[in-house]
DNA sequence: CCAAAAGTGTTGATGCTACACCCATGA
DNA sequence: TCATGGGTGTAGCATCAACACTTTTGG
C-alpha cells in the first residue's frame, strides 16, 4: 500500500511530526531524524529533526503518524497522542529549512500545517530498525536538544507539557517502561519528567493505591546490589472521575 | 483586506472551526449558524453548524478563527484556545454535507481537515451582529444541541472536555462573565459547566482564596431580593505552579 | 566486610467536607 | 409581612509532607 502510493497523491498542505518518548532509566528520551540522510541526500546539511511526513491525501491523520513511526521503529500500535496543529506562516521559513524543502519537497514553497503526536514506547523493545531510513535515527537526551529544523523546538515543547499533564493525571508513566520493572525505575521516570524530587516512601504508598501495579515474584537479576521486587502494570478502566471539585493548579 | 482576498487565495485543504461559549446566567451556551442561510441559498437544509471557514494560504490558522468570530461577533481580541485538528477522511461525508459543500466551494470534494478553536465571551457584551451573516447565528443552549452537519458534535464534545479541564486548573470563568457580577453567579457558572452541585459555602471561601476576586461597592440592581455585591476579576499572573505532585484524576 | 540500593511507619499539620440559620431587601 | 436569595463559622475527618534506619544482596 505505501508502493503504490504516488507523488500526485501526497496532501501537499498537511503534514504529521511524531515527538516519540523513551525513558533508558535515566533520564527521558527523544526519537530524532538527521533530515538530509533522510532522502540519501548530503550537502551538509546535519539538522535534526522531529520524524515526520506529508500526509496522503486518502489517509487519516492518526494513521500517517503512525505510518511514519511504522517505518522507525517497525512497531505498529503505538499509544499516540495528538499534541495540535501548528500552522504559523513561518514554520519553514528558516533558510537551512528552505534549502531542504527544495530538495525533497515536490512543492518547496507550498504552505504545510503540520499535526503534532506524540508517542509512549518503552525503549528497548522498540530497537530502531537498522535498515535505510531508520539508520540516521537517534535517541536524543530531552534535556540535550539542540536547536531542531523547522518549528520542531516548539512542537517539542508542548509536547512535554502535554507528557507532564498526563502524568499527573493518568496512568501513563507505564507507557515508558518495560512489562516488569521495579518501583524504582517508576519513581525515578516520575522525577526525572517532571523534574522534582518526591519523597520516595510517599510516592511508592501512593503509586500502589492506585491499583495499577501487582507485585510479582521475580526480582531484579544482575545489579550489584539488592535485587528489587518487580511489579507489572495492571489494565484497568481508567475513571477520569471529574469529583475533583473545582481547584486552581 | 478580507476584500481583495480571492477564490484562488483560499487552502482548500485545511478549515478552522469555532466553538464560542457563553453563559446567561443559567445555562451555557454554544455559538450555532445555521449553513444554508450563511451564503443566501435556501434549499430547505436548516442543519447548524460551528462557525468555520477555509483559511487563506497567507494566514495564520489562529488569524483565521479570529477573522470568523469578527464577522460574527464584530469583537477582536477573543480569548482562543485551539482544541486539536480533525481531519478523519469521513468527516464531511453525510449526504446532507455534501450536497452543502456542491453548493457553496469551489472545490467541494477536497479533502479538509479543520483546526477547532473554542472562545469565551460575556454573552452580554458580544452582542451577535445584526447584519448579514450574523443574522442565522444563534445562542443554543448547550444542552439541547442536536445533530451538527459535519463531525461538530465531535468537535463540540472535545472542546467542551477541554473547557472542564480548564476550570478546574484555571481562572478562565471570569471571561464568561461581565466585569462586574456576584459571586452567585460564578458559582452557578461552575456548577453548571461542571454539572455538579458544589457545596456553596466551600465553593465560595475557595474561589476567594485564590485571590483572583475583588470586592467592590457595587451591588445588584432590579432584583427582588437582597442585592449581591458585585466582585470583579482581578488580573494577575497565573502560576501553574506543577508542585501538585504527582496524583492520578 | 563493604557498597549500594531496597524496604518500611508514624506524627503533626493542613485541607477538605458536611452542615443550618439569620439577614437584608423588594414587592 | 412574605418571599427570595445573601451572607456567614465550625468541627470532625482525611490526606499530605516530613523524616531515618535496618536489611539484603553482590562483589
Redesign the interface.
Known sequence: MESNRKTNNI?H??SVDCVVFGFDGFSLKVLLVQRDLRDNLDNGDDTLVLPGDLIY?????EDAASRVLLDLTGIDNLFLE?I??F???NRLAKDRDKVWLDLVRPIPES?V?T?GYFALVNIKNYTIRPAGFAKHVIWEDFNEVGELGFDHNHILRTAIIKL?NK?????VGFKLLPKYFPLNHLYTL?NTI?N?K?DRRN?LR??LK?G?LKETDNFQEGVPHKPARLYKFIEKE?E???N??????
Request: glycine share 4%.
Open positions: 496532501n498542505s498537511v491525501i486518502d489517509e487519516d491523520l495528538q495540535g496543529a500552522g504559523s506562516l504552505r500545517i499535526i507532564r502524568l499527573y493525571h493518568e496512568p516520575y517532571l522534582s518526591l510516592f501512593r503509586i492506585t495499577f481508567f477520569n472521575d471529574n475533583h471539585k473545582f481547584k486552581f493548579y
